[in-house]
């Protein structure tokens, strides 16, 4: 007997892609920019629209009228994350890491074309508190965008830098795709990942990959004051590596299977 195949729901699809518009887009959009890019009618789009603001996944953005991604999006990212056995078993490490060095761990991953910090452990005597759990963090400036950049499969690469801005944060930010493919080639062949001051003067880390039975699923980095990460670099790069290979052994990692 054959399985019906089930027809999917036209309203929830096209409330699904004007969702997905804002994985690749900064800006706010209004209901002629949804119209435009999907091809339905105004009158069809403002319908969804309106539900999707009611319940929470929208918002209009006061200073345009146009809308942005709402609160209930957010709350729905972060309580995924917070399922993953990532954030679970990485915690036990990252405090670790904190309580050794007396500066923040933060363990972040991909969402969408986004890097974002889905855990962080502070010391009592934080140094500053950027970033928090939930920020999106500059892929080209961070241990843990260049990580995951490092260790992702071309394509997806492709598809991120394409219309990426390197903007310059500090004297120390990588500023072209050129020198930013040079610099993740040398950290796939490191294993490990160096912020010099690059997104925050004053501020610099080391970060280490942490990878599942399938690859990669997100990285962490020792991220505090310059001058304690560099006058103690070596100690560093040896326990981000100790800490990167037990934590994704634990996640199911095999090496010898990549």
């Known amino acids: ?31 002629s920019d949804f119209a435009r890019v999907l091809k339905l009618p105004k009158t069809t789009v403002q319908g969804i629209v309106h539900t999707l603001c009611h319940l929470g996944y929208l918002e209009k953005d006061p200073e345009n009228n146009k809308y942005r991604l709402g609160p209930y999006v957010f709350q729905l990212g972060m309580k995924y994350a917070t399922n993953l056995d990532l954030v679970s078993i990485s ?24 890097v974002v910090i889905v855990l962080r452990i502070e010391p009592e005597n934080r140094f500053m508190s950027y970033p928090q759990v939930g920020s999106v963090i500059p892929t080209h400036t961070t241990c843990i965008g260049k990580l ?12 991120i830098l394409k219309d990426y ?19 993740i080639k040398k950290v796939r062949q490191e294993g490990i990942s160096f912020d010099n001051q690059e997104s925050v003067m004053g501020l610099a880390g080391i970060g280490g ?14 991220t505090g004051n310059a001058d304690f990460i560099l006058g103690h670099k070596q100690d560093i790069i040896h326990a981000v590596r100790d800490t990167s290979l037990q934590l994704s052994l634990q996640l199911g990692y095999n090496p010898h299977s990549f």
């Not at 903007?167 to 040079?182: G, V, Y």
């Not at 990959?209 to 020792?222: K, L, Q, S, V, W």
């Open 209 to 222: 990959p942490i990878f599942n039975y399938t690859g990669i699923i997100a990285a962490f980095a020792i």
């Open 148 to 159: 995951l950049c490092a260790y992702m499969e071309k394509q997806r690469l492709d598809e």
């Open 91 to 114: 915690r036990i490490w990252a405090e670790r890491l904190c309580a050794q060095f007396k500066q923040p761990v933060n363990i972040g991953m991909l969402v969408g074309n986004k």
């Open 1 to 31: 007997m054959e399985t019906k195949k089930l027809k999917h729901i036209q309203s929830i699809t096209r409330a699904h892609a004007i969702l997905s518009l804002f994985i690749n887009e900064k800006r706010s959009l209004g209901i």
């Open 165 to 183: 801005t390197f903007q310059m944060l500090t004297p120390n930010s990588i500023t072209t795709r050129e020198a930013f493919l040079k610099e």
